[in-house]
């Protein structure tokens, strides 16, 4: 047995290990098959690419029941974990991909019989081919066998009896290092899903409430972010990025809060990418960027996702000469005062880093 397939393996052993365990309350045990296609985001996919992609998923899921206002008003989500295992449409390039990742599921339309919901998921992914100059050369889409792995799903649920129900959906993935590695193109797949939901434990009725109107706030917020990232030239050299964010929130709605904001960028690997033939010439200011952004950000307690668009203002992109950027984020205030942030800045689709951030806010009611 290969190394490959041994580390699948152990990947496979974590949720095993936690459907082994006695059941507890509001569990459910998930199988779903996929069959699908790689998407070609970019040329070299249109003639690697040789076949459709298989899968399958395994889940362990727990339904949340009303004990929170929040749990209420996103239609009793559930939070589980996925091991999920991928072939890649070309087994001598691209390999298979084997994954891990915690999920959360909110529902559209939550009745008994029926139930429509979306899910977002973000882990752990092990590519089991990556780009080798000598022996693979020809994958150009990941650097690294260890990979950040994204899902999204639209699915839905159809009753079959008491504990048992069909699953039916739709799935997109994405996987590559966050730019920790070169080359790092990625690799996005998108897949119909059809499978089996048994529900395992005892199963709590849920909670139902009058929710009370929430206040309308606005919010400002100061965030400090450090990251790192290879450059386009496949150097092993890891060049530190940083950025420093003012932002403005307005607590439209209990789920969604909208705004804006100010952004400075710090990104030490301008000079060595303005190192080619026909660059303009560098100076030490081009390493910084600065720029005004647009913010979504969905809420549920103390945990909110933010797609943020912004415009580069003032200092702008001599690298990529890109006008707008883009960053999605995930952010947690743990208390009345600060909060911790995982980004991913991009210029659409093209990953540039990723960022850690801290930093502090308050509120006002209206």
Not at 5 to 17: E, H, M, Q, S, V
């Amino acid at each position: 047995m290969n190394c490959d397939w041994k580390i699948g393996i152990l990947i496979l052993i974590l949720p095993l290990t936690l459907y082994s365990q006695k059941p507890g309350n509001n569990l459910s045990l998930r199988f779903d098959g996929n069959y699908g296609f790689v998407l070609p985001e970019y040329q070299h996919f249109n003639y690697l690419v040789e076949k459709p992609i298989l899968g399958f998923e395994l889940s362990l899921t727990k339904k949340t029941t009303g004990k929170t206002s929040w749990e209420q008003a996103y239609k009793y989500p559930e939070f589980g974990l996925t091991f999920s295992f991928s072939t890649l449409g070309n087994q001598k390039v691209f390999g298979e991909e084997y994954a891990i990742y915690p999920y959360f599921q909110s529902f559209f339309i939550r009745k008994k019989k029926f139930q429509l919901a979306n899910q977002f998921g973000l882990g752990l992914g092990y590519a089991t081919k990556k780009f080798d100059l000598e022996s693979n050369f020809e994958n150009i889409s990941v650097g690294s066998h260890f990979n950040v792995h994204f899902n999204f799903k639209l699915s839905s649920r159809f009753m079959l009896t008491e504990k048992i129900y069909l699953n039916a959906g739709l799935s997109f993935s994405h996987y590559s290092n966050a730019n920790m590695a070169e080359p790092n193109l990625g690799v996005n797949t998108f897949t119909a899903f059809t499978g089996i939901n048994y529900s395992i434990g005892e199963q709590t009725p849920f909670t139902k409430t009058i929710l009370p109107v929430p206040d309308k706030k606005h919010e400002v917020a100061f965030i400090a972010a450090v990251g790192g990232k290879h450059t386009r030239a496949l150097q092993s050299t890891v060049y530190i990025t940083s950025s420093l964010s003012g932002e403005y929130k307005f607590h439209w709605k209990r789920k969604l809060h909208i705004g804006g904001g100010l952004d400075l960028f710090y990104d030490s690997s301008t000079k060595t990418e303005m190192n080619v033939p026909g660059a303009e010439k560098y100076t030490s200011m081009y390493d910084f960027r600065t720029g005004i952004h647009f913010s979504q950000e969905l809420v549920y307690d103390r945990f909110s996702f933010i797609l943020q668009e912004g415009i580069y203002i003032g200092m702008t992109d001599h690298v990529a000469k890109k006008t707008m950027y883009n960053r999605a984020i995930l952010r947690w205030k743990f208390n009345d005062t600060f909060l911790i942030s995982f980004s991913m800045k991009s210029h659409l689709h093209i990953l540039d880093y990723p960022e850690l951030g801290f930093g502090y806010f308050f509120t006002r009611t209206k």
